[in-house]
């Protein structure tokens, strides 16, 4: 038997205890699985209750005994999430009575599923596309606002849509073309060649625009790699305990305290980043502590922002001097963060830096300068107003495959100009769709659709 024919079952809420616990099936059978280990109140059965409603009774083990008083719900194909007849029981979040209520599912016929398989069968039963189902995975591991709701866009469909438009325009491209060639004899207007020029090039615009994202997309999939860097004890695990908002690196006046990067996410000024807190910058003879000197300017080299903390308690020193160069010389956009400012009493200058370089006071004791802090960085990572949520590229698979549409679209107008004959145009105008079809599945392998979902959680 296929296994797109089996019965699955998975536990599709987080491990630990907790106040839910969700038991999903999808198949053939998952109903007639569900109604072996569920007892409704009352008289009616399972079915008896129309699909989508919630169902109040009892979880059975495998033996038949109660083992939890819940809800149960199901939804016949194709009108579901997976295209499948599937069931859901929502538990007490105990870890018992999950894996008990899972060991019954067995016993009823359902098997364990595997990674990503929901999603994989919403894909391969045409509730999803492609990109549709990536942006679910965006979705569970989100960590901004922002970064939500672009993936809450992708999976309603938006980015789909921009492709499909580009497709569509091409197929037009491709359809006429072929009317004119294989029916020489029929009243089909021939494409002049500034018609189709135009065509091409405002498809390959719309190919230039969707690569434009990436970038964006990535800072949201990712995270911006942000290195807080200074010597030691200038307040840089303190100021990455405040962001956090909560204390993740240990903070004494001890100075050399930190021995090596600490990485931590949050978002500040609506912008996802990638907090790494370094060890300070100075000569040491401590092998451990060189060590993490080493990777401080590592991490701060291949940082994409750059906090360069000072202690505004005190004077500026020769160490303080070097790392603001050593900042400088990475050619990195950087904020010249002076730290404790709860300590200095009277205002004072410690020769922030000049130029186009944004300074901030803060306090890590208190969260003064924190929000403008967030305003800095929401400055030098603004986001795009002009692309609207779910029309970003989020992936580096997406972005080579759209890359090679451009490339194919590039190379079709080329022939064009050069006079080349028909078919040869056509070929690239091809290469173009099947690249299009890849990021939405239409013409994807079936080994990239398995390393996708390879990458979900089981339940999902």
Not at 11 to 27: C, F, H, K
């Amino acid at each position: 038997m296929s296994l797109q024919n089996d019965t699955i079952a998975a536990i599709s809420t987080p491990s630990g205890s907790g106040a839910i616990g969700i038991l999903r099936l999808s198949g053939r059978s998952a109903i007639s699985a569900a109604e072996k280990c569920f007892k409704p109140l009352g008289s009616k059965g399972l079915r008896d209750h129309p699909p989508r409603a919630l169902v109040y009774g009892d979880l059975l083990d495998s033996g038949g005994q109660p083992i939890d008083r819940v809800l149960c719900t199901y939804s016949l194909g194709p009108s579901s999430y997976t295209g499948e007849d599937t069931a859901e029981f929502q538990c007490h979040g105990s870890p018992m009575v999950l894996a008990l209520g899972l060991e019954a599912l067995f016993a009823a016929g359902a098997r364990q599923a595997r990674a990503g398989e929901f999603t994989r069968r919403a894909f391969l039963n045409g509730r999803l596309d492609l990109a549709q189902a990536e942006a679910v995975g965006d979705l569970l591991s989100a960590q901004s606002r922002e970064g939500a709701r672009h993936a809450a866009g992708q999976l309603s469909g938006a980015l789909s849509k921009k492709i499909g438009d580009i497709y569509s325009a091409l197929v037009d491209v491709m359809a006429h073309f072929h009317a004119v060639l294989d029916y020489p004899d029929e009243d089909i207007n021939p494409f002049r060649m500034e018609e189709l020029e135009v065509a091409l090039a405002n498809q390959e615009g719309a190919l230039n625009a969707l690569l434009a994202t990436c970038g964006r997309g990535k800072l949201l999939r990712e995270g911006l790699p942000c290195a807080i860097v200074g010597r030691p004890n200038a307040g840089k695990s303190s100021l990455l305990n405040a962001m956090l908002g909560w204390d993740r690196a240990i903070v004494t006046d001890i100075p050399g305290t930190t021995r090596d990067t600490v990485e931590e996410r949050c978002e500040l000024g609506g912008v996802p980043l990638r907090l790494i807190d370094t060890a300070g910058l100075r000569d040491t003879s401590d092998p451990v502590e060189k060590l993490g000197v080493e990777r401080s300017r590592r991490a701060m080299e291949e940082a994409g922002l750059i906090f360069a903390v000072v202690d505004m308690s005190a004077d500026l020193t020769e160490e303080d001097r070097e790392m603001l160069q050593a900042v400088e010389e990475t050619g990195r956009p950087w904020i010249f963060v002076a730290a404790k400012k709860d300590l200095v009493k009277n205002s004072r200058s410690i020769g922030l830096a000049g130029g186009e370089t944004p300074s901030v006071e803060v306090s890590a004791l208190t969260g003064e300068g924190l929000d403008k802090l967030g305003k800095m960085v929401a400055e030098l990572f603004p986001k795009e107003d002009a692309v609207p949520y779910g029309q970003l590229l989020t992936n580096a698979r997406q972005e080579e495959a759209a890359g090679r549409a451009r490339e194919a679209v590039r190379r079709a107008r080329e022939a064009l100009t050069a006079g080349f004959t028909p078919d040869a145009l056509l070929t690239d105008v091809e290469e173009a769709l099947s690249a299009l079809g890849e990021l939405t599945g239409q013409s994807v392998r079936e080994d990239v659709t398995d390393r996708i979902f390879a990458k979900f959680c089981v339940g999902k």
